[in-house]
C-alpha cells in the first residue's frame, strides 16, 4: 500500500486498525509515510459487510464513496497475483493521466521484482523468519516464537518432517489463537467479515499450503 500510495498520489489508500487510536499511530509512524493508517473509536463502529480483509483483499471505492470491489483477490490464494488485480482495479478508476502512466511503470517494475524473487528462490530459502513483536498475552508470545523457530527450521534444514513439525505446531497455535478470539473478543459480529472469521480464513489458507506441499513431497517420495 505504502508503494501505491507513493506512486498514485489520486488515490487514497487506508489501512483501519480496529484497536486503538494509539496503537493505530504507532502502526503509522512504523510503516506509513504515503498512505494513512485509521482508527475506529469504539467497537460500535466496528466494520459490517465490508472490512476486516487482511490477506484475504481489499476493498476499493470510486471518488463518489461508491464500492468498486467487495473483496479483491486474496494474497495467499494468488500470491503476487492478487496485486496485480487491485492494480488493473486502479487503472480504470485513475483518469488517463501522468498517474496512469505512472502505475503501468509500478506495476512493470512489481513484475520485475516478481521475476526477481522466482529467480532468488534458492538464495530465499537461507532467509529468517523475524519474531513478530509481542501482542501483550506470554502464551500467544510464546506460541509466536515457537512458530519462527518452527519456520526457520524448515528454511534451514527443508524436509518432509520439518514442514510437517511446523504444519502442526501452525495449526495447534491457530485452534489456541482463535479460542481466545472467541473466548474474550467484544466484535458480536459473527458474519465472513468479522475478526474471528477473518483470521480463520487466512489460517485455513496457510494451513492448505503447506498440506498441498507435504501430499506433493509424499507423491513424489520425497523425504
Known amino acids: 500500500m505504502e508503494r501505491w500510495a507513493k506512486s498514485i498520489p489520486e488515490v487514497r489508500f487506508l489501512c483501519v486498525c480496529v484497536e486503538s487510536k494509539y496503537v493505530a499511530l504507532?502502526?503509522?509512524?512504523?510503516?506509513?509515510?504515503?498512505?494513512?493508517?485509521?482508527?475506529?473509536?469504539?467497537?460500535?463502529?466496528?466494520?459490517?459487510?465490508?472490512g476486516q480483509l487482511g490477506c484475504s483483499g481489499f476493498i476499493?471505492?470510486?471518488?463518489?464513496?461508491?464500492?468498486?470491489?467487495r473483496q479483491t483477490s486474496a494474497y495467499l490464494d494468488y500470491g503476487e497475483g492478487a496485486?496485480?488485480?487491485?492494480?488493473?482495479?486502479?487503472?480504470?478508476?485513475?483518469?488517463?493521466s501522468a498517474s496512469a502512466k505512472r502505475l503501468k511503470r509500478e506495476e512493470s517494475k512489481t513484475e520485475e521484482d516478481s521475476q526477481a524473487s522466482?529467480?532468488?528462490?534458492?538464495?530465499?530459502?537461507?532467509?529468517?523468519?523475524?519474531?513478530?513483536?509481542s501482542v501483550g498475552v506470554n502464551s500467544m508470545d510464546d506460541e509466536h516464537k515457537e512458530c519462527?523457530?518452527?519456520?526457520n527450521k524448515?528454511?534451514?534444514?527443508?524436509?518432509?518432517?520439518?514442514?510437517r513439525d511446523l504444519y502442526n505446531i501452525l495449526k495447534s497455535h491457530f485452534d489456541h489463537e482463535e479460542k481466545l478470539m472467541l473466548e474474550f473478543s467484544d466484535d458480536d459480529s459473527d458474519g465472513e467479515f468479522s475478526a474471528l472469521y477473518s483470521h480463520k480464513m487466512d489460517h485455513e489458507r496457510m494451513l492448505k499450503i503447506a498440506?498441498?506441499?507435504?501430499?506433493?513431497?509424499?507423491?513424489?517420495?520425497?523425504?
Open 60 to 69: 476499493i471505492s470510486d471518488k463518489d464513496g461508491c464500492f468498486v470491489s
Open 118 to 133: 522466482k529467480k532468488g528462490k534458492e538464495e530465499n530459502l537461507t532467509r529468517r523468519v523475524e519474531l513478530p513483536p
Open 83 to 96: 496485486f496485480r488485480q487491485v492494480e488493473r482495479i486502479l487503472k480504470d478508476l485513475v483518469p488517463k
Open 211 to 223: 498440506q498441498n506441499e507435504l501430499d506433493r513431497l509424499k507423491c513424489t517420495g520425497s523425504k
Open 26 to 50: 504507532d502502526f503509522h509512524r512504523m510503516f506509513f509515510e504515503h498512505a494513512t493508517n485509521c482508527f475506529i473509536p469504539s467497537r460500535g463502529y466496528m466494520p459490517r459487510g465490508y
Open 148 to 151: 519462527t523457530d518452527s519456520f
Open 154 to 163: 524448515a528454511f534451514e534444514s527443508p524436509s518432509v518432517g520439518n514442514l
